[in-house]
Protein backbone atom coordinates (compact mmCIF):
# COMPACT_ATOMS: atom_id res chain seq x y z
CA UNK A 1 0.00 0.00 0.00
CA UNK A 2 1.24 3.50 -1.27
CA UNK A 3 1.93 5.93 2.03
CA UNK A 4 2.35 9.57 0.83
CA UNK A 5 3.60 12.36 3.44
CA UNK A 6 3.60 16.08 3.13
CA UNK A 7 6.06 18.47 4.70
CA UNK A 8 7.26 21.82 4.49
CA UNK A 9 3.87 24.22 4.64
CA UNK A 10 3.87 27.17 7.06
CA UNK A 11 2.80 30.92 6.94
CA UNK A 12 4.77 33.22 4.34
CA UNK A 13 4.32 36.64 3.42
CA UNK A 14 3.38 37.68 0.16
CA UNK A 15 6.19 37.22 -2.42
CA UNK A 16 8.16 34.88 -0.05
CA UNK A 17 8.91 31.16 -1.41
CA UNK A 18 8.78 27.34 0.13
CA UNK A 19 9.36 24.45 -0.88
CA UNK A 20 7.12 21.50 -0.08
CA UNK A 21 8.55 17.38 0.38
CA UNK A 22 6.44 14.35 -0.59
CA UNK A 23 8.27 11.01 0.68
CA UNK A 24 6.41 7.89 -0.91
CA UNK A 25 6.85 4.52 0.21
CA UNK A 26 5.35 1.32 -0.51
CA UNK A 27 5.22 1.56 -4.22
CA UNK A 28 8.38 1.10 -6.65
CA UNK A 29 8.34 5.34 -6.93
CA UNK A 30 10.72 5.60 -10.20
CA UNK A 31 7.87 3.85 -11.90
CA UNK A 32 5.03 5.99 -11.34
CA UNK A 33 4.25 9.68 -11.86
CA UNK A 34 3.48 12.00 -9.19
CA UNK A 35 0.84 14.99 -9.03
CA UNK A 36 0.81 17.84 -6.49
CA UNK A 37 -2.68 19.27 -5.98
CA UNK A 38 -4.43 22.08 -3.34
CA UNK A 39 -7.29 22.84 -2.03
CA UNK A 40 -9.01 26.01 -0.25
CA UNK A 41 -12.64 26.11 1.01
CA UNK A 42 -15.00 27.29 -1.43
CA UNK A 43 -13.25 25.98 -4.46
CA UNK A 44 -12.50 22.86 -5.82
CA UNK A 45 -9.23 20.88 -5.80
CA UNK A 46 -7.26 21.77 -8.55
CA UNK A 47 -4.11 19.98 -9.86
CA UNK A 48 -1.23 22.22 -8.97
CA UNK A 49 1.94 20.22 -11.04
CA UNK A 50 2.69 16.84 -12.26
CA UNK A 51 6.24 15.37 -13.23
CA UNK A 52 6.47 12.20 -15.13
CA UNK A 53 8.20 8.71 -15.40
CA UNK A 54 10.44 7.91 -16.31
CA UNK A 55 11.02 10.72 -18.49
CA UNK A 56 10.47 13.17 -16.07
CA UNK A 57 8.45 15.72 -17.90
CA UNK A 58 6.77 18.17 -15.54
CA UNK A 59 3.49 20.38 -16.50
CA UNK A 60 2.78 23.04 -14.58
CA UNK A 61 -1.10 24.73 -14.11
CA UNK A 62 -1.40 28.14 -15.80
CA UNK A 63 -2.01 29.43 -12.21
CA UNK A 64 0.98 28.90 -10.91
CA UNK A 65 3.08 29.37 -14.47
CA UNK A 66 6.39 30.48 -13.92
CA UNK A 67 6.10 30.78 -10.25
CA UNK A 68 6.04 27.23 -9.16
CA UNK A 69 8.19 24.09 -10.89
CA UNK A 70 8.15 20.07 -9.67
CA UNK A 71 10.94 17.88 -9.42
CA UNK A 72 11.71 14.92 -8.08
CA UNK A 73 14.54 12.47 -6.62
CA UNK A 74 13.89 8.68 -6.74
CA UNK A 75 17.09 7.73 -4.85
CA UNK A 76 15.39 9.80 -1.77
CA UNK A 77 11.89 8.85 -2.68
CA UNK A 78 10.71 12.17 -2.68
CA UNK A 79 8.43 14.63 -5.00
CA UNK A 80 9.28 18.47 -4.57
CA UNK A 81 7.53 21.23 -5.16
CA UNK A 82 8.85 24.82 -5.28
CA UNK A 83 7.07 27.66 -4.73
CA UNK A 84 8.27 31.17 -5.45
CA UNK A 85 6.64 34.56 -5.27
CA UNK A 86 3.87 33.24 -3.43
CA UNK A 87 0.23 35.10 -3.50
CA UNK A 88 -2.16 34.82 -1.06
CA UNK A 89 -4.82 32.57 -3.30
CA UNK A 90 -1.97 30.55 -2.99
CA UNK A 91 -3.26 29.76 -0.19
CA UNK A 92 -4.81 25.91 0.36
CA UNK A 93 -3.50 22.54 1.40
CA UNK A 94 -1.22 21.19 -0.56
CA UNK A 95 -1.19 17.35 -1.21
CA UNK A 96 0.44 14.79 -3.13
CA UNK A 97 -0.64 12.21 -5.28
CA UNK A 98 -0.49 8.77 -7.15
CA UNK A 99 -2.54 6.98 -9.45
CA UNK A 100 -1.68 3.20 -9.35
CA UNK A 101 -4.29 1.89 -11.41
CA UNK A 102 -7.70 3.15 -10.59
CA UNK A 103 -6.82 3.89 -7.42
CA UNK A 104 -5.41 7.97 -5.81
CA UNK A 105 -2.75 7.58 -3.42
CA UNK A 106 -2.93 10.76 -1.03
CA UNK A 107 -1.13 12.40 1.48
CA UNK A 108 -2.79 14.07 4.55
CA UNK A 109 -1.86 17.24 2.68
CA UNK A 110 0.66 20.33 4.37
CA UNK A 111 -0.92 23.51 4.90
CA UNK A 112 0.07 26.53 2.97
CA UNK A 113 -0.60 29.74 4.03
CA UNK A 114 0.30 33.35 2.46
CA UNK A 115 -0.28 36.28 4.51
CA UNK A 116 1.28 39.79 5.50
Known amino acids: QAQLVESGGGLVRPGGSLRLSCVVSGITFSGYDMNWYRHSPGKERELVAG????????KVADSVAGRFSISRDNTERTVYLEMNSLKPEDTAVYSC?????????WGQGTQVTVAS
Open 97 to 105: NTQLGTINY
Open 51 to 58: ISSPSGRT
